[in-house]
């Protein structure tokens, strides 16, 4: 059932907006006896910060805690952000991304540790809708407080937008994922990559999105009932920007889904697919990407550099990668570990590797990640870090090494507008500012994918 569902290419939803369809979404569900009972809430991490997800758990809590207009009374239970295999967040990122969220009421979720097993998929089933991409049954898992911790209602708050593991990122992902464990998101990370990034980005239903789907099918009765909170984001256009007061590449809230069931993911991916995939009439000989230092630390985020574009790349092209905030691979140790050890390298490379070494076998998240992290040999990949890696350690894992210094002087992030740009000297480059907020490809081979 859709309680709330308003979105189109053109609309940028105010934070009025937002907040009053939110709200009168909410007061509707919580009127409903079957939740009188505590909430807890699910929003993505600080790597969803442009989102708005933040915005929409600052509502949420409100109204659970009964200081808006809704008639909840203090039924706000918990707040766990959906971290998956990412580190916990810092109170600076809490503080910056949930201000009017208390911080007493926020849970960490530990995919190693906390977690609750609540059935499995055949491996049958699994090979089958992979199309025999990989045969292993795949385990139904999530944080245990979902299970046991007595609430009445998940809130999932999050925003739909192109991605490499399932095709459109959030709904059940945020979950299976976002809550998972070890085993659960080494599966599916492993089969999406097995099956191909490049036949799932910017897809709603894929091979891992069954998985997830089918999972809560069978499954989603021992959880509380899930009510999804989605948005659909994108830049504003230079006259856009202008008409609203705000810089071109600026950030407009385009959809808003709120309901039970899967209709409102379906119509916030069908909104993704038409302002966060951006069709290329020619490959891109070469691509500059910033990644912001307060978002991307890592490899294992920061790659969606690569995931993003991999797509729109020309053979013997060339990937700069602006990362004045990375400090390592992995976001965890053990995958850190892995990374540097295997380093990222073509599709063949790697499952040859992950069928043969005992330790890559056991981490299959990693494995997806490195094949997925990969040009395929079509292109290079130049790596700018600050001063968190060194040269040695970049090209140690797969990727060339560029002079972060030099390449500010030349591509500054604060010039550039997204999209394509010519340099004084005639030199042609495509420039994204943020590439978890879309998907570029080239029209033909994004078609024939």
Known sequence: MTYMAKGGPELDLSDEEIDGLFTEALGRILTDSAF????????????????????????????????????????????????????????????????????????????????AELGRLEADWVEAVSEGAVH???????????????????????????????GMANHTKNIFVGTGGKEA???SHFAGASYGMERMMGRTDTPVRALFDEGFRRFGHLLPPVLWALTVVSPRGEKEGAAAGKAR?????????????????????????????????????????????E?????????????????AIADGGELLILAPGL????????????????????????????ARDRELAEALSAAAHLIHGSSEGRFTV??????????????????EWGDLKEALT?????RLALGWNTLPGGERIFFIPNPALGLWAEKKRFESA
């Open 36 to 115: 009188a009972g505590p909430a807890i809430i699910l929003p993505p991490d600080i790597t969803r910060f442009h989102s708005r997800a933040g915005f929409l758990t600052d509502i949420a809590c409100r109204e659970l805690a009964g200081a808006g207009r809704g008639p909840a009374g203090d039924r706000l239970g918990a707040v766990m952000p959906a971290l998956g295999t990412h580190m916990a967040m810092t109170e600076t990122e809490l503080a910056r991304m949930f201000p009017q969220t208390p911080r007493n009421k926020f849970r960490v979720h530990d995919w190693r540790r906390d977690v």
């Open 136 to 166: 292993y049954d795949w385990p139904v898992q999530v944080n245990k407080l979902l299970r046991d911790g007595g609430f009445s209602l998940v809130i999932s708050v999050g925003q739909v937008v192109p991605h490499e593991v399932v």
């Open 185 to 187: 998101i080494d599966k």
């Open 249 to 293: 590449g600026s950030l407009a809230v385009r959809g808003l889904y709120i309901g039970f069931g899967r209709e409102c993911f379906e119509q916030a991916a069908a909104l993704a697919r038409k302002v966060n995939v951006d069709l290329l009439d020619e490959p891109v000989q070469k691509a500059v990407v910033y990644l912001e230092p």
């Open 295 to 311: 978002e991307f630390r890592t490899t294992w985020l920061g790659n969606k550099a690569v995931y993003r574009t991999r797509m």
């Open 327 to 354: 400090e390592r691979f992995g976001e965890d140790l053990e995958i850190d570990r892995l990374i540097r050890k295997y380093g990222y390298r073509p599709s063949a490379v790697i499952q040859e590797k992950a």
């Open 382 to 399: 130049r790596y700018c870090p600050g001063p968190g890696l060194s040269r040695a350690e970049v090209e140690g894992a797969g990727y």
């Open 410 to 414: 030349r591509y500054d992030p604060r």
